[in-house]
């Protein structure tokens, strides 16, 4: 059983930085692959950024190549996704995910989810 939780979610604009934060609970936390979703309102949750659970192998949509890094500490039970040149279209509710593999990229292929932090970026 893993419990995540986010944090760093916040109002920015255009162009500016944000650092989420997934904390996990649970001593097997670096076994899971961890994922990032996203879900703007009356939109389906999409995959936004995947990374494995040694932290070596990451995967990144396509519309946040080179503008998003995920990462992980392993020792801190956490995984973070720096997200830079923010736009407005990448306004959602932000939610890490585990339980799936590294090549899981819809939401289904994952168990363990949190309650999600918002992201608003302004014009």
């Known amino acids: 059983q893993v419990q995540l939780v986010e944090s760093g979610g916040g109002l920015v604009q255009a162009g500016g930085s944000l650092r989420l934060s997934c904390a996990a609970s649970g001593r097997t936390f670096s076994s899971y692959a961890v994922g990032w979703f996203r879900q703007a309102p009356g939109k389906e949750r999409d995959l936004v950024s995947v990374?494995?659970?040694?932290?070596?192998?990451?995967y990144y949509t396509a519309s946040v190549k080179g503008r998003f890094t995920i990462s992980r500490d392993n020792a801190k039970n956490t995984v973070y996704l720096q997200m830079n040149s923010l736009k407005p279209e990448d306004t959602a509710a932000y939610y890490c995910?585990?339980?799936?593999?590294?090549?899981?990229?819809?939401?289904?292929?994952?168990?363990?989810w949190g309650q999600g932090t918002q992201v608003t970026v302004s014009s």
């Open positions: 995910a585990a339980g799936g593999t590294f090549y899981s990229r819809t939401p289904k292929g994952y168990n363990y």
């Open positions: 990374i494995s659970g040694g932290g070596g192998s990451t």
